[in-house]
């Protein structure tokens, strides 16, 4: 099969801080198989190209990866009501004829990992082994609920009545909307599409506008899979015609179910445009997750937790622990051992470096806003133990900082970057107080070896999501979703395919006993 190269040539030199490829002028090339890279939008089985295009950019370099077509309403509109047409259709297929298609999608992905992977790490700036992880994970959920598709099991409850029999039966509730982040350009929409499909259900997927090429690149397999035309639509669009698109997929009468993923003020003005039409709702919003170290754990332990769940995606995960609360008789050891793993396992530079462990932040703005948190702690007394820099264009040294309160900005907004606050606590009932005083609820983490205390903490904590002395948790086994303002419903696991599935209560009656 044919490649397409795109030369992304570095025309300054980043800061000292960066790897040593990253210091010198340097060439990235993207080389993918030709048929991947997918820049018009994808709707009813076609391909097609709107009125005008947007840039998607290489957040390291700035440089310019391609133009992607710029859909607008009219264009979102002509998506739904593909999807809904198609519905009629794909919720007659049998499960099983569902299953073999998403397996078939998932043997794609499987197939073409690597080309994926490239994709991810050129628009999102991502470490190619974190990309390609994602692709693995992303992959995994076509596989999980091509399997889910054939258990989505009814019930007959036993009669009050002689004469009558109680049937529940699930349906798919109709077309849904998919609205995704960058951060996890590929594993957000397989974990909500997947789900959406295996149910029955058809999609109008509105990517992000900084990495459309993932989600483009997975409709290409789809079509290549056999997804039968207008189950799977792809919308791309700038920044701004996002809120008209958005108002499309969010309020058109035909669109039944809306899923996001996304900031919980955005979550918000969503909700409130599908209350119009009653739509169902899933919504994966903001985290500003407590990682909780007791006097009782394993240090080696936290420390290897601490920068996986930290340090991964450069923090840009919504899991991501935000707050490190450890305990006075471990807080120094704690501290000084995390800089000797961040000083020996931490390297800056472009993602496409297979040395990478940290990539750029998606833009200039979120570099701006770790910098903002590190420079109001440091004014309120908090110190620097490693890090604390502002780098070029959007890269941001990881930063440890030490003798932090509730006070500061970092502990009380999600950063969403490479910042590691820690916060000294003396009991476990004050520790809890400073995890659960926010109003988001993601997830948490709590590292002990003691079996009692894990069990008051855990149950205690605030959170959808618990990590008991592991600090990477997602898997497509289990629940994903929070409490509070985190959001509404849940993804993956058995439950996930619930999110898309009505009810529908059947009374046979005038039977004779």
């Not at 056999?226 to 009468?253: M, W, Y």
Request: aromatic residues 6%; contains cysteine.
């Amino acid at each position: 099969m044919s490649s397409l190269c795109v030369l992304l040539r570095k025309t300054r030199p980043l800061l000292h801080s960066l790897s040593p490829a990253m210091q010198k002028h340097h060439q990235y090339t993207l080389d993918v198989t030709a048929s991947l890279v997918r820049t018009q939008s994808f709707v009813d089985g076609q391909w097609t190209s709107a009125a005008s295009v947007f840039p998607v950019l290489d957040p390291a370099t700035g440089e310019e990866i391609a133009r992607v077509s710029d859909c607008g309403p009219a264009e979102a509109k002509r998506a739904v009501d593909a999807a809904y047409k198609a519905f009629h259709s794909w919720k007659q297929v049998t499960a099983k004829e569902r299953s073999v298609l998403l397996r078939k999608w998932f043997d794609l992905m499987v197939l073409h990992r690597e080309d994926l992977a490239k994709l991810i790490t050129f628009e999102s700036g991502k470490p190619i082994q974190e990309a390609r992880g994602e692709i693995t994970y992303s992959a995994s959920f076509l596989d999980w609920f091509s399997e889910e598709a054939r258990r989505v099991y009814g019930d007959i409850v036993p009669s009050p009545h002689r004469d009558r029999k109680i049937l529940l039966l699930k349906q798919p509730v109709g077309v849904a909307s998919i609205i995704t982040p960058w951060n996890f350009p590929s594993a957000m929409i397989t974990r909500k599409a997947a789900a959406a499909l295996a149910a029955g259900c058809t999609v109008v997927v509105k990517p992000a506008e900084d990495t459309p090429l993932s989600a483009l690149a997975l409709a290409e397999l789809a079509d290549q899979a056999g997804i039968p035309a207008g189950v799977f639509n792809v919308v791309p669009c700038s920044r701004e015609k996002t809120p008209s698109v958005g108002h499309v997929l969010c309020t058109d009468p035909l669109v039944a179910k809306i899923s996001f993923t996304g900031s919980t003020a955005t979550g918000k003005v969503l909700l409130r445009m599908a209350a119009d039409t009653v739509k169902k709702a899933s919504m994966e919003l903001g985290g500003h997750a407590p990682f909780m170290v007791f006097d009782s754990a394993d240090v080696d332990q936290a420390v290897t937790g601490a920068m996986g769940s930290k340090f991964r995606n450069s923090g840009q995960t919504c899991v991501c622990s935000n707050r490190f609360l450890v305990q006075s008789g471990i807080h120094d050891v704690f501290v000084e051992r995390m800089g000797r793993a961040m000083d020996a396992e931490l390297r800056l530079g472009h993602g496409s470096d297979p040395n990478t462990t940290q990539g750029p932040l998606i833009n200039a703005r979120a570099a701006d806003k770790v910098a903002h948190q590190i420079s109001d702690a440091v004014t309120q007394g908090a110190r620097v133990v490693r890090g604390g820099k502002r780098l070029e264009g959007s890269f941001m040294e990881p930063t440890l900082l030490c003798d932090v309160t509730t006070d500061m900005l970092c502990t009380q907004e999600e950063t969403f970057g490479p910042l590691l606050p820690v916060i000294r606590f003396n009991t476990e009932e004050e520790a809890l107080a400073i995890a659960n005083a926010s109003n988001v609820g993601l997830a948490g983490y709590c590292f002990s070896q003691d079996v009692s205390q894990i069990w008051r903490v855990a149950e205690a904590l605030e959170t959808g999501i618990v990590g008991i002395n592991e600090g990477l948790l997602s898997t497509p086994e289990a629940t994903f979703g929070g409490v509070k303002q985190s959001g509404l419903g849940r993804e993956g696991s058995k439950y996930g395919i619930e999110e898309y599935l009505d009810v529908k209560y059947m009374c046979f009656g005038g039977l004779k006993p």
